[in-house]
């Protein structure tokens, strides 16, 4: 069992950055890939950016490659995600998710634990 909570949401101005964060709960943090998803209001929920257990692969959507950046530090059960030059169609709720597995996956039903979410706001 692995609990997720995010933190590090808020409201930014465009062009502006945040971090967000994600602290596992458990001693096999590193057994896991982590992924960060968000969902927009009244839209599916989409994949950002994932990172393998080791923190060695790397992958990004299309949308946020160059502005955003995933890492983990597995000493401290933590990932986090790192967004720059924000826009307004970042707004969403980001989560973090857990997979068992070395790697990472941009499909959300690989990932079994998940986070409650953290809202981000970015005003034009």
């Known amino acids: 069992q692995v609990q997720l909570v995010e933190s590090g949401g808020g409201l930014v101005q465009a062009g502006g950055s945040l971090r967000l964060s994600c602290v596992a709960s458990g001693r096999t943090f590193s057994a896991y890939a982590m992924g960060w998803f968000r969902q927009a209001p009244g839209k599916e929920r989409e994949f950002v950016s994932a990172i393998s257990r080791s923190g060695g692969n790397i992958d990004y959507a299309d949308s946020v490659k160059g502005r955003f950046t995933i890492s983990r530090d597995n000493a401290k059960n933590m990932v986090y995600l790192q967004m720059n030059s924000l826009k307004p169609e970042d707004t969403a709720v980001y989560y973090c998710?857990?997979?068992?597995?070395?790697?990472?996956?941009?499909?959300?039903?690989?990932?079994?634990?998940w986070g409650q979410g953290t809202q981000v706001t970015v005003s034009s």
């Open positions: 998710a857990a997979r068992r597995s070395a790697f990472g996956d941009p499909r959300e039903n690989e990932y079994r634990y």
